[in-house]
């Protein structure tokens, strides 16, 4: 077995004399997905901003239709690569306002330096970084990407002071949806309570949340309908997960990636049919938000 392990070697671009920028560009450009930031689609490469010099590649989620600003640096991250990058999403939000915009950085070395000044824009800017690695195999070259800084997760509605200034109770829910689907999030709620016998409903005009010791703990939330409630399940996007719920046979909405939330429409029957695969969905969204 070991004859047939070849170890790779890393080989920096930037001082390389066959592969360039423009290389790194042309390989996104065919195969977005290779970022690591799902299934999208190049809308235009090396797109001209007046007085701002070229974006380097626009790229686009099919479904939620959210637009990725993609700016490529070969060797060490640098404070012009920043400013650059941040300008070119600037221009592109206040152009077409009707999408979701996120800025990327991608360069071959993230520096921590460089990681400490992005994470003053993290949360005001929704910016991803992503490290890029060449290593050479044999006589092949291939790109390993590595995102080093996620865009930070905006908090649920109800962590916010906003929310809190609009509390509502049990009766709006059950006037706005109907006593019965109201009833299902006491259900789930009893799952809840098996990782945390302390959690309480806590109820505002947007959601039904929950609350430990006064305060909002949202893992998972709530939104009764007339003849569902929807469930939101905090965790990440997998394979595995969509792979759990579809053999469940649930009925979902889309994954709701900029909250990082799964929406599932339960009935009364789904609830009673799919109690462990419910139970697993909670807990994750639970271990995860613990820590």
Not at 89 to 101: A, C, F, G, S, T
Not at 175 to 192: G, I, N, P, R, Y
Not at 233 to 256: F, Q, S
Request: aromatic share 8%; proline share 4%; hydrophobic share 35%.
């Amino acid at each position: 077995m070991s004859d047939t392990y070849i170890k790779p070697q890393r080989i920096w671009l930037k001082s390389h004399p066959e592969y360039s920028e423009k290389w790194v560009q042309t390989l996104i450009a065919q195969d977005p997905s290779i970022l690591g930031l799902g299934d999208l689609v190049l809308r235009d490469q090396e797109r001209i901003h007046p007085r701002a010099g070229r974006l380097d590649l626009l790229l686009q989620d099919p479904e939620t239709k959210r637009r990725y600003e993609v700016e490529v640096q070969l060797g060490a991250s640098d404070e012009a690569h920043i400013i650059r990058t941040i300008e070119y999403w600037d221009i592109e939000r206040k152009r077409y306002p009707q999408y979701d915009h996120c800025a990327v950085i991608v360069a071959e070395d993230i520096t921590a330096r460089f990681l400490n000044v992005v994470s003053l824009f993290n949360g005001t800017i929704p910016l991803i970084a992503i490290q890029m690695q060449a290593l050479q195999v044999g006589e092949n070259v291939t790109l390993v990407f590595t995102t080093v800084m996620d865009e930070l997760t905006r908090g649920l509605v109800d962590e916010d002071e906003d929310a809190e200034a609009a509390p509502t109770d049990r009766s709006f829910w059950e006037s706005k949806a109907t006593k019965s689907t109201v009833a299902l999030a006491d259900q789930l709620l009893e799952v809840v309570r098996e990782f945390d016998p302390s959690l309480e409903l806590k109820y505002n005009k947007f959601y039904i949340g929950l609350s430990k010791d006064g305060q909002p703990f949202n893992f998972v939330t709530f939104r009764p309908k007339k003849n569902q409630i929807n469930l939101e399940v905090k965790i990440p996007e997998t394979e595995e997960t969509d792979a759990k719920i579809d053999a469940a046979e649930i009925e979902t909405l889309e994954y709701n990636k900029r909250w990082g939330l799964y929406r599932l429409r339960l009935t009364k029957d789904d609830i009673k049919n799919n109690s462990e695969t419910l139970r697993d969905l909670i807990h994750a969204a639970y271990e995860r938000r613990m820590g």
